[in-house]
């Protein structure tokens, strides 16, 4: 048996012989421990809400209004389910019937009044008892609690890509290199080759040449040489990726901090438009430029911020096929100024918009999984932010947002905070 209030059983053994005077007493001590109760739920930090047997609300505190925006005037007697569909109410009724002593913790996220991550306790408010008289639902912003998960898994999972980094770079960077001046050293003998395959051959030789089929006309010797090199390219594009896909490891590991200078992010946006001209041209892409005139200068380090600028564009590229619109916009906001990159792809359907930032984790055959990695970490570190807005079939706009005054650099290292 559950303890009962003294105060209360005293109360109820007595209220039949209680006169006015006596019923007053009571009621103004009803009152003042209502009143007690109430500042001290109005003070905790937890928002507490009371819902009767059908989903309707009895009562909540202040700290409800704040966590799911709750209004203090007009929600009292409202569904529940109104504020909350992300649960399923009728399930947790269920439990509340059946009876049993029983507690029910969810974990969702709200959008309104603001983001938020929260964790819901509920427990029926007649305890194990069978039949339903309603829950008592506390609710807790785990927010950053969630957050501190988060860098906590980050920080482990920058250490991993910092030892397997490490030992890998280093012994993969040798060989690539002995390959690449080796292939070239084999270009050089082709070329020899097919000079020496235009050249009639030498009297000696016609005669070897009659006696044997073996030995190969200038024509097949010519035609080796053509197939050689095609091979030989196809090897140095593969080496090439290779030193790529290291150079990324090196790039996503190695926390650099900006040189920030006042500079124009219009000029940084002309330089990688100039790079990567002729591979969009390549690929048959329209390309736009909406630049705001006049943007101010902001304290940047512009070889990152083109880094990350080829990076972007290079994925929008990727995204699409011939026809399609590349769009690159800036301009000027109340907290600083921006730059957007737009393509007119497929999009990023919502269940991979949250792992795109991850280590290793791409959408596309042969891509590293490291280059918005790298693109997070050089906006972090210039105290900015990014910004994601993707429609399926209809293309994805990545915005970098740069403050206009110098902050404090945060690095992407072993315990750094996440975005």
């Given at each position: ?180 001046i080796h292939l070239q050293l084999m270009e050089r003998e082709i070329r020899k080759l097919k000079a020496s395959s235009g050249a009639r051959p ?105 880094q990350v600028l080829v990076n972007l564009v290079k994925n929008a590229m990727q995204a699409m096929t011939k026809g399609g619109v590349l769009t ?37 055959k042969q891509g590293t999984g490291l280059g918005l990695m790298i693109v997070q970490r050089i906006v972090r570190a210039h105290g900015g932010r ?34």
């Amino acid at each position: 048996m559950p303890p009962k209030s003294s105060f209360l059983d005293k109360v109820l053994g007595r209220i039949g012989r209680l006169d006015a005077e006596g019923l007053q007493t009571v009621v103004q001590r009803l009152a003042s421990e209502r009143s007690f109760l109430e500042t001290l739920f109005n003070t905790i930090e937890d928002g507490v809400l009371v819902v009767d047997e059908n989903g309707r609300i009895l009562y909540f505190n202040q700290a409800v209004t704040q966590l799911i925006g709750l209004k203090a005037s007009d929600a009292e007697g409202q569904l529940i389910a109104d504020y909350l569909p992300e649960l399923d109410w009728k399930k947790m009724f269920r439990l509340d019937t059946q009876g049993g002593q029983r507690v029910v913790r969810h974990e969702f996220e709200v959008n309104f009044p603001r983001p938020r991550f929260l964790r819901l306790y509920a427990a029926p408010l007649d305890g194990d008892a069978v039949g339903s008289t309603g829950l008592a639902l506390i609710l807790h912003d785990a927010t950053e609690a969630r957050q501190k998960t988060f860098e906590a898994i980050e920080s482990e999972r920058i250490q991993a890509l910092t030892l397997l980094a490490a030992s890998v770079a280093h012994e993969i960077g040798n060989p690539l290199n002995a390959l690449h001046i080796h292939l070239q050293l084999m270009e050089r003998e082709i070329r020899k080759l097919k000079a020496s395959s235009g050249a009639r051959p030498s009297g000696a030789a016609s005669r070897r040449g009659a006696r044997t089929h073996a030995m190969p006309t200038d024509t097949d010797t010519l035609d080796i040489a053509v197939k050689l090199e095609r091979y030989l390219d196809v090897a140095k594009g593969e080496i090439n990726r290779l030193d790529y896909i290291v150079t990324q490891f090196l790039q996503a590991i190695r926390p650099t901090t900006p040189q920030l200078k006042p500079a124009s992010l219009n000029d940084v946006v002309e330089k990688t438009v100039t790079l990567l001209r002729p591979e969009i041209d390549n690929r048959g892409l329209t390309l736009k430029e909406k630049l705001a005139r006049q943007l101010p200068l902001a304290p940047l380090d512009a070889a990152q911020l083109q880094q990350v600028l080829v990076n972007l564009v290079k994925n929008a590229m990727q995204a699409m096929t011939k026809g399609g619109v590349l769009t690159l916009r800036t301009g000027e906001g109340a907290d600083g100024v921006w730059v957007s990159v737009a393509d007119t792809g497929g999009g990023i359907p919502q269940e991979q918009i949250n792992r795109i930032f991850d280590p290793f984790y791409t959408t596309k055959k042969q891509g590293t999984g490291l280059g918005l990695m790298i693109v997070q970490r050089i906006v972090r570190a210039h105290g900015g932010r990014i910004e994601l807005e993707s429609h399926v079939s209809r293309g994805t706009t990545f915005r970098v947002w740069l403050p206009l005054d110098t902050r404090k650099p945060r690095l992407l290292g072993a315990a750094s905070p996440n975005v």
